[in-house]
């Protein structure tokens, strides 16, 4: 499915990185340590590269082939380089405790492989690491504007809450937000967007 979603000369959700990645990065002054950056279900490598760029050391994961040859090229365009790594969330297992960033945007996937992917990211975080994500809730189901259509992969902050401690998070709210990604991302989004800090 994923690889005939990419399979085309242009990037379907384009080529700029999420907004509101960019806003908490910003926010958080993440630059300041450059770190091991961690991007799962990253697809096309519109954020991975933006971090890249900002002089952090990214690995992209995506089931998808065709995506992580596209985050390539995009990286290359961009003069800068990033480990690409083709694995099922099901399954992948990074390195634990050494990401100074996890970043999770529009990574839906079925319940069961949700779950062990906000626990792998959890996990792969060090000590201060950032786990900064957005997703869909099931508000979005019959907008028409992006996102699966099934409620089982919809995001919501209760989920994201149960797996930091409240000292932990830094942001968690769900909101109805205007998004312009790419032709496949566009229009009003009934998103969760979540920020936390592994202490």
Not at 1 to 17: A, K, L, Q, S
Request: negative net charge.
């Amino acid at each position: 499915m994923w690889d005939e979603r990419f399979n085309t000369e242009h990037y379907v959700y384009g080529e700029e990185p999420n907004s509101f990645l960019v806003e908490q990065w910003n926010k958080y002054e993440l630059d300041e340590n450059k770190g091991k950056v961690l991007c799962l279900a990253e697809g096309e490598g519109r954020n991975a590269v933006y971090l890249a760029e900002r002089g952090h050391t990214v690995t992209t994961v995506d089931l998808s082939e065709v995506g992580l040859q596209k985050s390539a090229r995009l990286a290359e365009s961009r003069g800068v380089a990033l480990e690409t790594v083709q694995a099922d969330l099901a399954t992948y297992t990074p390195e634990s405790n050494v990401y100074s960033a996890v970043v999770m945007i529009f990574a839906h996937t079925p319940t069961d492989i949700r779950k062990r992917s906000l626990q792998i990211a959890k996990d792969a975080l060090r000590t201060g690491g950032y786990l900064i994500l957005e997703g869909y809730t099931e508000d979005q189901i019959g907008r028409g504007t992006g996102g699966p259509g099934d409620k089982t992969m919809m995001f919501s902050k209760q989920e994201l809450e149960q797996i930091f401690a409240p000292g932990e998070i830094l942001l968690s709210r769900e909101l109805v937000r205007d998004i312009h990604e790419g032709p496949l991302h566009n229009g009003e989004g009934a998103v969760v967007q979540f920020v936390a800090k592994k202490a």
